[in-house]
């Protein structure tokens, strides 16, 4: 035997904050040391954050995370140590690892594959290093070298596959594994979206089993820069499964998870390999040979793991998910911007209702991970905060609702509002702004010598109605120093179903990554089951029931969403169709037929034109939404996922020669 004790970590980071992100690596380092672990890593871009954007320019950066490099070595002597972080070479920018022995710098591995797909746009800043090529940088009078390189240390030989090269056709550990190398270390900056968990275990088991080797994932944890959710999860996989499986969505600085690991049955599988050959000769030039002495361990190897959060094993996974992701988006959004809690415009429906749940589900679960200490102790900033007792003074006082009356509104949305505030423990607040509305009215009407006619000016008199609301709920937000949440989701992004500078208004959106025909599937879950932990809120029913409307026109005219637009399932499907598939309006036509048979042509035929017709002449709103949440592939946000032109020709030949 062999054995030797590894980790990979998690750890909740910020871009450019040098003074956090160091102590919070020299708290895992010292955390790992009191377990005893010899092998350690830590995620992609640790050091500096992964989410610095255009920053990373700044020669500043990579000359600061370097000095930090240098400030955290005393911290890993008697382990070996993966520290991401950016660096310029040749007049280029790098993705590094920083391979750390015994509290010196012995390697810089630099990124091969970079991720340039979706949220990610790697390339814009770094280079890609290339395969093989190895050289020497000169840093304080030392040289180091730099390059595709692995490191013998003490006889147990280490390599890496950074994030993005794992879920690559070509991954570099099938060439690490024939040069010997017994264990990869993959340090990712890999974000949340749905069921992604799954296939990281799958390369993770996989590249042990397929490469005979002990195999360290380790990721980023939280809402590091404002859009992105990284869920955590690190994992130790040996002898072809894992043996360790850390938790996700954590609210504390960073996790560790460790195992005690056979190198000898990883080398002994290999041998008994018939297709494995070895790369003879080769690893000259590769290894970078430095000293290093293993601590004798006494007992077995890990096993399989079988632990996990209940929830993980939920049939309702992706309802846990979306719960779990996003409060803990909203979490750290509060806690990085150092405001004083949540303010919602509160309807009496169903979005309103759930950005009220997801804001009080950050502040609970947090509870349950952490503890009502724990929550004071993150937001320690908040005034006041350490005098609260218990998390339902908590919630209570660091989220607000408001209901905002017009002469349109019915009784029945302003006591759901009222009942869903209450079962989640929120403030709430009524008030009407039909003065307000009025006095609009009546200061553009007498201008302009215009008299207001529903058949005549019914958008404008139900955009003007939702603007209306915006001066107050803004006033109780900056009132409060809270984060205003703005109420839309993606379905209503998709075809500008939203007022601007009315139900838009907000600093962030929380729906806005997800459509509407599954936020009505997760509502009837929360009224039933809801979060592990939490339990149901069976009062959110009241809002079930409930038809989805604007209720901007007046009562007599029985507004619904879904008149306005189309039903929400089909909604959903000609989105996914047109916007992440880039089916053409014909294609589309055709996906929608064949799944909603039910449906006459003709009225399948106006909801595909009317979808293309609302996109196009939507995308200036799309602009200007607040940020939202990136939960799955079928993000509309302009800035990180889905760029679309402002202005376009809108289809407007294709939609012509369509035939029901």
């Not at 690490?176 to 900056?189: E, F, T």
């Not at 590769?286 to 290093?292: E, G, L, Q, R």
């Not at 936020?519 to 879950?525: A, E, G, H, I, T």
Request: net charge negative; hydrophobic share 45%.
């Amino acid at each position: 035997m062999k054995l030797v004790k590894v980790a990979a970590a998690v750890i909740n980071q910020t871009p450019i904050d040098w003074l956090g992100n160091e102590a919070r690596i020299k708290s895992v380092l010292r955390d790992a040391r009191t377990k005893k672990i010899s092998v350690l890593c830590l995620p992609e871009l640790c050091i500096s954050g992964y989410g610095c954007e255009d920053a990373f320019y700044m020669p500043h950066l990579s000359e600061r995370s370097w000095k930090m490099l240098e400030a955290l070595l005393p911290e890993t002597q008697g382990m070996v140590v993966s520290l991401g972080l950016p660096f310029l070479h040749r007049g280029a920018l790098f993705n590094v690892i920083a391979v750390v022995v015994d509290g010196r710098v012995a390697a810089v591995v630099p990124k091969k594959q970079l991720a340039g797909d979706g949220v990610h746009y790697e390339p814009r800043w770094f280079k890609p290093w290339p395969s093989g090529v190895i050289e020497q940088i000169t840093v304080n009078g030392e040289e180091i070298p730099i390059g595709d390189v692995f490191v013998d240390c003490g006889g147990i030989k280490i390599g890496f596959e950074i994030c993005e090269e794992a879920w690559v056709a070509n991954r570099p550990g099938a060439v690490l594994a024939r040069l010997g190398v017994d264990i990869v270390l993959n340090p990712s900056a890999s974000h949340f979206a749905f069921g992604k968990r799954q296939i990281r275990e799958r390369f993770v088991s996989e590249g042990a089993r397929a490469f005979n080797v002990v195999y360290l994932y380790s990721n980023l944890l939280g809402n590091e820069s404002g859009r992105i959710i990284f869920d955590g999860g690190a994992m130790v996989a040996s002898e072809g499964h894992i043996v360790a499986c850390g938790p996700r969505f954590g609210y504390r600085d960073f996790e560790t998870t460790d195992a005690i690991v056979d190198v000898a049955l990883n080398r002994m599988a290999r041998a008994r390999t018939g297709s494995f050959q070895p790369l003879i000769g080769n690893e000259i030039g590769h290894v970078i040979n430095v000293s290093f002495n293993w601590p004798e361990i006494t007992g077995c190897a890990s096993s399989e793991s079988s632990w996990q959060d209940s929830w993980e094993s939920s049939s309702e996974l992706k309802a846990e998910e979306f719960s779990r992701s996003v409060a803990l988006g909203l979490f750290d959004f509060l806690r990085k911007s150092r405001l004083s809690g949540f303010t919602v415009s509160i309807s009496g429906g169903l979005d309103s209702a759930a950005v009220t749940a997801l804001a009080a589900f950050s502040l609970r679960l947090a509870a349950l991970n952490i503890g009502v200490n724990g929550v004071k102790e993150r937001l320690g900033h908040i005034t006041g905060i350490q005098q609260l007792n218990g998390i339902d003074e908590i919630v209570c006082a660091l989220i607000g609702c408001a209901y905002q009356a017009t002469a349109n509104s019915g009784p029945a949305t302003e006591a759901a509002a009222k009942t869903v505030a209450e079962a989640l423990g929120v403030s709430f607040w009524r008030w009407s702004v039909n003065d307000i509305l009025e006095g609009y009215k009546a200061i553009v009407g007498q201008a302009t010598g215009t008299t207001w006619d529903w058949n005549a000016h019914d958008v404008i008199l139900q955009n003007i109605q939702a603007r209306s609301r915006a001066p107050s709920i803004w006033m109780l937000a900056n009132l409060k120093n809270h984060l205003l949440l703005a109420t839309s989701n993606r379905s209503e992004v998709a075809v500008g179903y939203a007022t601007m500078d009315g139900d838009t208004c907000g600093g962030l959106s929380p729906l806005a990554g997800i459509d509407k025909a599954y936020l009505r599937q997760w509502m009837v879950w929360l009224e039933l089951k809801g979060p592990t932990g939490l339990g149901p809120v069976p009062q959110v029913k009241v809002i079930n029931q409930m038809t989805p409307t604007a209720e901007l026109r007046p009562q007599s005219q029985h507004q619904t969403d879904e008149a306005d637009l189309m039903p929400y399932d089909v909604l959903d499907v000609i989105e996914r169709a047109a916007i992440r598939d880039k089916m053409s309006p014909k294609d589309v036509l055709a996906t929608v037929a064949a799944k909603f048979p039910r449906h006459s042509a003709q009225d399948r035929k106006i909801w595909v034109t009317r979808f293309f017709t609302l996109w196009c002449r939507n995308q200036w709103k799309r602009e200007r939404y607040a940020p939202g949440f990136h939960l799955d592939d079928e993000s509309l946000d302009p800035k990180t996922w889905c760029r679309f032109p402002i202005l376009s020709g809108n289809f407007i030949d294709e939609l012509s020669h369509l035939d029901a």
